[in-house]
Protein backbone atom coordinates (compact mmCIF):
# COMPACT_ATOMS: atom_id res chain seq x y z
CA UNK A 1 0.00 0.00 0.00
CA UNK A 2 1.51 3.41 -1.19
CA UNK A 3 2.59 5.38 2.35
CA UNK A 4 0.05 8.24 1.94
CA UNK A 5 -3.28 6.05 2.07
CA UNK A 6 -1.62 3.69 4.61
CA UNK A 7 -0.99 6.98 7.16
CA UNK A 8 -4.88 8.44 5.84
CA UNK A 9 -6.41 5.08 6.88
CA UNK A 10 -4.61 4.94 10.10
CA UNK A 11 -5.44 8.70 10.84
CA UNK A 12 -8.88 7.84 10.18
CA UNK A 13 -8.61 4.75 12.65
CA UNK A 14 -7.42 6.73 15.68
CA UNK A 15 -10.14 9.75 14.56
CA UNK A 16 -13.13 7.62 14.52
CA UNK A 17 -12.07 5.45 17.24
CA UNK A 18 -11.47 8.46 19.38
CA UNK A 19 -14.95 9.86 18.57
CA UNK A 20 -16.29 6.79 19.82
CA UNK A 21 -14.49 7.02 22.85
CA UNK A 22 -15.58 10.16 23.53
CA UNK A 23 -19.40 9.74 22.56
CA UNK A 24 -19.52 6.70 25.02
CA UNK A 25 -17.69 9.03 28.25
CA UNK A 26 -20.32 11.57 26.99
CA UNK A 27 -23.20 9.24 27.27
CA UNK A 28 -22.47 7.61 30.21
CA UNK A 29 -22.31 11.07 32.07
CA UNK A 30 -25.53 12.02 30.08
CA UNK A 31 -27.15 9.04 31.64
CA UNK A 32 -28.33 10.46 35.29
CA UNK A 33 -27.60 8.21 38.02
CA UNK A 34 -31.38 7.58 39.75
CA UNK A 35 -31.97 9.41 43.29
CA UNK A 36 -32.04 5.85 44.56
CA UNK A 37 -28.53 5.26 43.19
CA UNK A 38 -27.33 8.13 44.69
CA UNK A 39 -27.91 7.88 47.92
CA UNK A 40 -26.73 4.40 48.01
CA UNK A 41 -29.01 1.86 46.92
CA UNK A 42 -30.87 -0.26 48.97
CA UNK A 43 -27.81 -0.46 51.29
CA UNK A 44 -27.74 3.39 51.77
CA UNK A 45 -31.42 3.50 52.11
CA UNK A 46 -32.00 0.93 54.68
CA UNK A 47 -29.26 2.16 56.63
CA UNK A 48 -30.98 5.68 56.99
CA UNK A 49 -34.10 4.42 57.52
CA UNK A 50 -33.47 2.26 60.47
CA UNK A 51 -31.22 5.01 62.17
CA UNK A 52 -34.49 7.23 61.58
CA UNK A 53 -36.91 5.22 62.31
CA UNK A 54 -34.67 4.03 65.82
CA UNK A 55 -34.93 7.95 66.42
CA UNK A 56 -38.55 8.12 65.99
CA UNK A 57 -38.76 5.53 68.13
CA UNK A 58 -37.05 7.47 71.16
CA UNK A 59 -38.12 10.89 71.02
CA UNK A 60 -40.11 11.01 73.80
CA UNK A 61 -41.33 14.42 71.75
CA UNK A 62 -43.18 12.13 69.59
CA UNK A 63 -43.16 8.47 70.41
CA UNK A 64 -46.51 8.64 71.72
CA UNK A 65 -47.35 7.88 68.04
CA UNK A 66 -45.90 4.63 68.92
CA UNK A 67 -46.74 3.19 72.03
CA UNK A 68 -47.19 -0.76 71.75
CA UNK A 69 -44.86 -1.33 68.77
CA UNK A 70 -43.35 -4.52 69.60
CA UNK A 71 -40.09 -5.51 67.96
CA UNK A 72 -41.62 -6.81 65.33
CA UNK A 73 -44.39 -4.17 64.51
CA UNK A 74 -41.14 -2.12 64.50
CA UNK A 75 -38.86 -4.27 61.87
CA UNK A 76 -41.77 -4.01 59.88
CA UNK A 77 -42.10 0.04 59.72
CA UNK A 78 -39.10 0.02 58.79
CA UNK A 79 -39.21 -2.73 56.43
CA UNK A 80 -42.57 -0.55 54.59
CA UNK A 81 -40.51 2.69 54.69
CA UNK A 82 -37.47 1.10 53.18
CA UNK A 83 -39.72 -0.16 50.09
CA UNK A 84 -41.40 3.05 50.15
CA UNK A 85 -38.40 5.38 50.10
CA UNK A 86 -36.44 2.96 47.45
CA UNK A 87 -39.78 3.07 45.03
CA UNK A 88 -39.73 6.98 44.92
CA UNK A 89 -36.59 7.25 44.36
CA UNK A 90 -36.35 5.18 41.59
CA UNK A 91 -35.21 1.90 43.03
CA UNK A 92 -36.58 -1.56 42.33
CA UNK A 93 -38.31 -1.85 45.28
CA UNK A 94 -42.64 -2.40 45.36
CA UNK A 95 -44.36 -0.37 47.91
CA UNK A 96 -46.04 -2.23 50.52
CA UNK A 97 -47.46 -0.03 52.60
CA UNK A 98 -50.78 1.39 52.80
CA UNK A 99 -51.74 5.19 51.22
CA UNK A 100 -50.10 7.74 52.94
CA UNK A 101 -53.50 9.18 54.09
CA UNK A 102 -55.28 6.28 55.29
CA UNK A 103 -52.14 5.06 57.44
CA UNK A 104 -51.97 8.25 59.46
CA UNK A 105 -55.67 9.62 59.24
CA UNK A 106 -56.84 9.73 62.43
CA UNK A 107 -53.78 9.88 64.70
CA UNK A 108 -54.35 13.43 65.08
CA UNK A 109 -50.97 14.57 63.83
CA UNK A 110 -49.83 17.78 63.74
CA UNK A 111 -47.69 20.43 62.02
CA UNK A 112 -45.46 20.49 64.66
CA UNK A 113 -45.04 16.62 64.96
CA UNK A 114 -44.77 16.48 61.53
CA UNK A 115 -41.42 18.94 61.43
CA UNK A 116 -40.25 16.89 64.44
CA UNK A 117 -39.94 13.77 61.91
CA UNK A 118 -38.82 15.60 59.30
CA UNK A 119 -35.92 17.20 61.54
CA UNK A 120 -34.70 13.63 62.45
CA UNK A 121 -34.73 12.94 58.78
CA UNK A 122 -32.26 15.39 58.00
CA UNK A 123 -30.10 14.85 61.05
CA UNK A 124 -29.68 11.41 59.89
CA UNK A 125 -29.16 12.66 56.71
CA UNK A 126 -26.24 15.03 57.75
CA UNK A 127 -24.81 12.48 59.64
CA UNK A 128 -24.64 9.82 56.92
CA UNK A 129 -23.22 13.18 54.56
CA UNK A 130 -25.72 12.43 51.92
CA UNK A 131 -24.70 15.57 50.13
CA UNK A 132 -27.63 18.39 50.42
CA UNK A 133 -28.57 18.08 46.46
CA UNK A 134 -29.68 14.63 47.29
CA UNK A 135 -31.17 15.68 50.48
CA UNK A 136 -33.24 18.50 48.80
CA UNK A 137 -34.44 16.00 46.17
CA UNK A 138 -35.36 13.40 49.19
CA UNK A 139 -37.40 16.29 51.40
CA UNK A 140 -39.28 17.33 48.12
CA UNK A 141 -40.75 13.62 48.13
CA UNK A 142 -41.50 13.65 51.32
CA UNK A 143 -42.64 16.96 51.39
CA UNK A 144 -45.51 16.33 48.90
CA UNK A 145 -47.00 13.84 51.23
CA UNK A 146 -47.45 16.56 54.36
CA UNK A 147 -51.22 17.00 53.24
CA UNK A 148 -51.97 13.61 53.35
CA UNK A 149 -49.88 13.05 56.93
CA UNK A 150 -51.19 16.24 58.69
CA UNK A 151 -55.18 15.97 59.42
CA UNK A 152 -55.17 18.16 62.91
CA UNK A 153 -57.83 21.14 63.10
CA UNK A 154 -54.72 23.67 63.95
CA UNK A 155 -53.75 22.92 60.58
CA UNK A 156 -56.52 23.65 58.74
CA UNK A 157 -56.99 26.60 61.19
CA UNK A 158 -54.31 27.98 59.65
CA UNK A 159 -56.34 28.54 56.31
CA UNK A 160 -59.73 28.71 57.42
CA UNK A 161 -60.64 31.53 55.37
CA UNK A 162 -60.46 28.96 52.72
CA UNK A 163 -62.51 25.84 52.49
CA UNK A 164 -61.43 22.69 53.41
CA UNK A 165 -60.38 20.68 50.30
CA UNK A 166 -60.80 17.41 51.99
C1 LIG B 1 -42.40 12.33 57.07
C2 LIG B 1 -43.16 11.62 56.28
C3 LIG B 1 -43.69 10.26 56.67
C4 LIG B 1 -43.57 9.12 55.95
C5 LIG B 1 -42.87 8.95 54.61
C6 LIG B 1 -44.23 8.07 56.69
C7 LIG B 1 -44.31 6.75 56.28
C8 LIG B 1 -45.00 5.76 56.94
C9 LIG B 1 -45.16 4.40 56.48
C10 LIG B 1 -44.59 3.83 55.19
C11 LIG B 1 -45.87 3.73 57.39
C12 LIG B 1 -46.31 2.25 57.35
C13 LIG B 1 -47.69 2.18 56.72
C14 LIG B 1 -48.36 0.82 56.82
O1 LIG B 1 -48.34 0.19 57.91
O2 LIG B 1 -48.93 0.38 55.80
C15 LIG B 1 -46.19 4.67 58.45
C16 LIG B 1 -46.90 4.35 59.57
C17 LIG B 1 -47.02 5.18 60.64
N1 LIG B 1 -46.58 6.48 60.72
FE1 LIG B 1 -45.70 7.53 59.26
N2 LIG B 1 -44.73 8.59 57.85
C18 LIG B 1 -44.42 9.93 57.88
C19 LIG B 1 -44.73 10.81 58.87
C20 LIG B 1 -45.24 10.45 60.09
C21 LIG B 1 -45.43 11.34 61.21
C22 LIG B 1 -45.13 12.85 61.19
C23 LIG B 1 -45.91 10.60 62.22
C24 LIG B 1 -46.23 11.02 63.62
C25 LIG B 1 -45.48 11.80 64.33
C26 LIG B 1 -46.07 9.23 61.74
C27 LIG B 1 -46.57 8.18 62.47
C28 LIG B 1 -46.84 6.94 61.98
C29 LIG B 1 -47.48 5.89 62.75
C30 LIG B 1 -47.93 5.97 64.20
C31 LIG B 1 -47.60 4.79 61.90
C32 LIG B 1 -48.22 3.43 62.24
C33 LIG B 1 -49.67 3.49 61.95
C34 LIG B 1 -50.34 2.14 62.05
O3 LIG B 1 -49.74 1.10 61.79
O4 LIG B 1 -51.52 2.13 62.40
N3 LIG B 1 -45.65 9.19 60.44
N4 LIG B 1 -45.64 5.90 58.16
Redesign the pocket.
Known sequence: MHLKSYLAILAFISVSSGLFLGNAAMAEEAVEKTLYERLGGYAGVSAVTDEFADR?FADPK?NQ??IG?GDD?RA??KQ??K???CNVTGGPCKV???P?N???GG?G?TAA??D???GH?KDVLVEFEVPEAEQDELFAI?LS??PA??DRPDEKKLSKDKPAKR
Open positions: LIFFFTSFKNNLVISRAVVHLIDFVVALILRIV
